[in-house]
């Protein structure tokens, strides 16, 4: 046996309004959409601020070490960079650094070095020398 076929009529208010109130049973309320924000909210917050130690942590690492890298300039040069003229020494490298012949005169520079390290220690083993020799009194001091 089949049902018979229904004509459909107009939607009635109370039909809409049973929909409505069934529909609001199954969807969250104001208080749960409340909380779920907040702990999405306290999440995000939480990530955030692990997020920014982690970067406070690798700029103070960073930080370091190009002090580090300064100090060992500084004592290497010579120079201060707190207070040198960085336009001209700047200026000087960049000139250096871009020569056509930079591998000859690099080159140049460390054949220089040798030659001055040399010097260095021929001129010590001589001052050690002359130190280690019994020097004669003087007249002043044989009287």
């Known amino acids: 046996m089949r049902a018979p076929k229904l004509t459909p ?3 009635t208010k109370g039909f809409v309004a049973a929909l ?9 309320g104001n208080k749960v959409i409340e909380t779920a924000r907040k702990e999405g909210y306290d999440a995000g917050f939480k ?25 060992n300039f500084e004592a290497a040069s010579g120079i201060k960079i707190s207070g040198w003229d960085a336009g001209r020494i700047g ?21 220089s070095t040798k030659h001055l390290e040399r010097a260095l220690k021929t001129t010590r083993e001589a001052c050690d020398a002359l130190n ?12």
Do not use: C, Y
């Open 9 to 11: 009529g107009p939607l």
């Open 20 to 28: 409505v109130r069934r529909a609001s049973e199954w969807t969250p």
């Open 47 to 71: 990530n955030g601020e692990r997020h920014a130690k982690d970067r406070l942590f690798q700029g103070a690492r960073r930080l370091g070490e190009l002090e580090t890298m300064m100090r």
């Open 91 to 111: 200026e000087a490298v960049r000139i250096i650094m871009n020569a056509p012949k930079r591998t000859a005169l690099v080159a140049a520079l460390h054949n």
């Open 132 to 143: 280690a020799q019994e020097v004669p009194p003087t007249r002043r001091e044989r009287t």
